[in-house]
């Protein structure tokens, strides 16, 4: 597991920022130390192990910033902690490289401080593309991203962004000089505006020219946002993470609109809103499409014998399951402990062998219910008719479904087993 390092001399403070990373629940190992002597020591035991440094600037054995020159030389992204402000000294830290550089006053810093790590974390995940003609300037910023360990990608022109963008689709946030060959900065935020929308894709202009309308220019473009050369890094980085948080934000917003409260699958509003247009497409190519109802045997009993709450925890295992083996297709609970399942590519014989092989699967994995180990079974109906329409079909999948309660549970009934 990586570690995080955590430099401070004052018990007080220690305090709180133990207290914050045990109720932060990061995914890496803290370790403390009061000293330098302790931080290096630490460092050799597992080296190479860090994930990021949290230091103060002034300790008993190093009173002018050697610990912040120590984990800097070892390549840790380090957050720099002081008791001070001091203008000059903060130039001197951004040069070096430090990720950011924290007052201390009052708790509301240290919870920015551990901020600044979950940030990190997050931001390992996040693909940017940075697009500028001068190698000097591209090659600042891109590595002002890195030092935030955003993934990076680069481009020479409007042009080249284009091809980039085409081969990686996972892009997140993309920063254009203005004046570039073949393709300039607006014509790159129009043309690329026109496929992402705002809460799809980050675009932000920079420019090094004087003219005042610049930004506004970029912005109506299409652009979220723009800096002017030469900007401080503590600007960047306020903009880059405003823009960033602001896309988590929506994106968010979005995953809990679309989803089920219980069981973090879709529910069954967003299941017909792509559904519907999977169906068309799978109509259009003539290409199989099944649809699946399942329905889990005898779960009233759970609410009737342990009460509704230990039916939530059962509804919540099941969807686990179901989503670790079927979360490739459209997934979503449809209502109480039925769930639907649209699988493109699938004609009935291989939809039912797969949902067969679930079952199984699901039947092997015990869930404890109020102390008792206990194995859930389900019933399904499965059909690649595809009808007049979807509605057609679930209701083809649902008759299916009755036909297998009805003879006893625990079955998959598809259009094999129909009659005719």
Same mark, same amino acid.
């Given at each position: 597991?990586?570690?995080?390092?955590?430099?401070?001399?004052?018990?007080?403070?220690?305090?709180?920022?133990?207290?914050?990373?045990?109720?932060?629940?990061?995914?890496?190992?803290?370790?403390?130390?009061?000293?330098?002597?302790?931080?290096?020591?630490?460092?050799?035991?597992?080296?190479?192990?860090?994930?990021?440094?949290?230091?103060?600037?002034?300790?008993?054995?190093?009173?002018?910033?050697?610990?912040?020159?120590?984990?800097?030389?070892?390549?840790?992204?380090?957050?720099?902690?002081?008791?001070?402000?001091?203008?000059?000294?903060?130039?001197?830290?951004?040069?070096?490289?430090?990720?950011?550089?924290?007052?201390?006053?009052?708790?509301?810093?240290?919870?920015?401080?551990?901020?600044?790590?979950?940030?990190?974390?997050?931001?390992?995940?996040?693909?940017?593309?940075?697009?500028?003609? !001068?190698?000097?300037?591209? @090659? +600042?910023? =891109? %590595?002002? #991203?890195? *030092?935030?360990? $955003? /993934?990076?990608? &680069?481009?020479?022109?409007?042009?080249?962004?284009?091809?980039?963008?085409?081969?990686?689709?996972?892009?997140?946030?993309?920063?254009?000089?203005?004046?570039?060959?073949?393709?300039?900065?607006?014509?790159?935020?129009?043309?690329?505006?026109?496929?992402?929308?705002?809460?799809?894709?980050?675009?932000?202009?920079?420019?090094?020219?004087?003219?005042?309308?610049? !930004?506004?220019?970029?912005? @109506? +473009?299409? =652009? %979220?946002? #723009?800096? *002017?050369?030469? $900007? /401080?890094?503590? &600007?960047?980085?306020?903009?880059?993470?405003?823009?960033?948080?602001?896309?988590?934000?929506?994106?968010?917003?979005?995953?809990?609109?679309?989803?089920?409260?219980?069981?973090?699958?879709?529910?069954?509003?967003?299941?017909?809103?792509?559904?519907?247009?999977?169906?068309?497409?799978?109509?259009?190519?003539?290409?199989?499409?099944?649809?699946?109802?399942?329905?889990?045997?005898?779960?009233?009993?759970?609410?009737?014998?342990?009460?509704?709450?230990?039916?939530?925890?059962?509804?919540?295992?099941?969807?686990?399951?179901?989503?670790?083996?079927?979360?490739?297709?459209?997934?979503?609970?449809?209502?109480?402990?039925?769930?639907?399942?649209?699988?493109?590519?699938?004609?009935?014989?291989?939809?039912?062998?797969?949902?067969?092989?679930?079952?199984?699967?699901?039947?092997?994995?015990?869930?404890?219910?109020?102390?008792?180990?206990?194995?859930?079974?389900?019933?399904?109906?499965?059909?690649?008719?595809?009808?007049?329409?979807?509605?057609?079909?679930?209701?083809?999948?649902?008759?299916?479904?009755?036909?297998?309660?009805?003879?006893?549970?625990?079955?998959?009934?598809?259009?094999?087993?129909?009659?005719?």
């Amino acid at each position: 597991m990586k570690k995080i390092l955590i430099v401070e001399d004052s018990d007080m403070v220690m305090k709180i920022l133990r207290h914050l990373v045990q109720s932060a629940s990061l995914p890496y190992e803290a370790v403390y130390a009061t000293n330098l002597a302790q931080a290096t020591a630490i460092y050799e035991q597992t080296p190479n192990d860090f994930f990021a440094a949290l230091v103060d600037l002034n300790l008993p054995d190093a009173p002018n910033g050697e610990v912040v020159d120590f984990t800097l030389s070892k390549k840790i992204p380090t957050i720099v902690l002081t008791g001070s402000y001091d203008e000059k000294r903060r130039e001197q830290l951004f040069a070096k490289g430090i990720v950011d550089y924290v007052t201390k006053e009052g708790r509301y810093a240290y919870s920015k401080a551990i901020g600044m790590i979950q940030r990190l974390e997050k931001n390992q995940h996040i693909k940017v593309l940075v697009v500028d003609d !001068s190698d000097v300037s591209r @090659k +600042h910023m =891109a %590595n002002l #991203f890195r *030092r935030h360990l $955003f /993934h990076v990608l &680069e481009a020479v022109d409007g042009v080249d962004a284009i091809k980039v963008m085409l081969e990686n689709s996972d892009i997140k946030l993309l920063i254009t000089d203005y004046n570039m060959p073949k393709m300039d900065g607006f014509e790159l935020v129009r043309n690329l505006r026109y496929k992402y929308d705002k809460t799809d894709l980050i675009m932000i202009g920079v420019s090094g020219e004087s003219n005042e309308a610049l !930004s506004a220019k970029f912005i @109506k +473009h299409g =652009a %979220n946002d #723009f800096l *002017r050369k030469p $900007f /401080h890094p503590e &600007e960047f980085y306020c903009r880059i993470i405003h823009n960033v948080e602001s896309l988590e934000l929506v994106e968010q917003i979005t995953y809990n609109a679309q989803r089920d409260h219980l069981t973090g699958l879709f529910h069954r509003s967003h299941f017909f809103n792509v559904a519907r247009d999977m169906y068309k497409t799978a109509v259009e190519k003539a290409v199989p499409l099944s649809m699946a109802i399942i329905n889990i045997d005898h779960f009233s009993d759970i609410n009737e014998r342990h009460g509704n709450a230990w039916g939530d925890v059962a509804l919540k295992h099941i969807a686990t399951s179901l989503n670790n083996m079927l979360g490739r297709f459209l997934l979503a609970r449809a209502d109480s402990d039925d769930f639907y399942v649209l699988m493109p590519g699938l004609d009935h014989e291989k939809a039912a062998a797969l949902l067969s092989k679930v079952k199984q699967l699901l039947a092997a994995d015990d869930c404890v219910i109020n102390g008792e180990a206990t194995r859930f079974y389900f019933s399904a109906g499965v059909t690649c008719h595809m009808g007049q329409s979807l509605d057609q079909q679930i209701a083809r999948a649902n008759t299916y479904l009755r036909n297998a309660k009805e003879s006893g549970g625990n079955m998959i009934v598809d259009d094999g087993d129909a009659e005719e």
